[in-house]
């Protein structure tokens, strides 16, 4: 079973970055695919990026490539989210997820995800 942290969220200023980590025990982080996932207030779980554990299967939500890069370190089994350019509409809780890397359900769905972390809060001013 996987248990899943995140961390790096805060307040951020429209324009401004922040570096979103996710650490990983309790499974061998090179078996699942992670992926990051973000729901703003009174909206629904919206898909942000995944990425295979070879490093080379990476995808973005839509319109966030670009500005978002999602990255991992197996080494020390934490994945990241690298935010640029950020919006006041990117303002939202952001979980990362993982699931076996062999799953045949689509990557973007949340419903095929075992993991999830606690979440971390991303508010970025205008």
């Known amino acids: 079973q996987a248990h899943l942290v995140e961390s790096g969220g805060g307040l951020v200023q429209a324009g401004g970055s922040l570096r979103l980590s996710c650490a990983s025990s309790?499974?061998?982080?090179?078996?699942?695919?992670m992926a990051w996932f973000r729901q703003a207030s009174g909206k629904g779980r919206e898909f942000v990026a995944v990425?295979?554990?070879?490093?080379?299967?990476?995808d973005y939500g839509y319109s966030l490539k670009g500005r978002f890069t999602v990255s991992s370190d197996n080494a020390k089994n934490t994945g990241y989210l690298q935010m640029n350019s950020l919006k006041p509409e990117d303002t939202a809780v952001y979980y990362c997820?993982?699931?076996?890397?062999?799953?045949?359900?689509?990557?973007?769905?949340?419903?095929?995800?075992?993991?999830w972390g606690q979440g971390t809060q991303v508010t970025v001013s205008s």
């Open positions: 990425i295979d554990p070879s490093g080379s299967g990476i």
């Open positions: 309790g499974r061998t982080f090179s078996s699942d695919t």
């Open positions: 997820a993982t699931r076996n890397r062999y799953s045949l359900h689509t990557y973007y769905s949340q419903s095929s995800y075992a993991y």
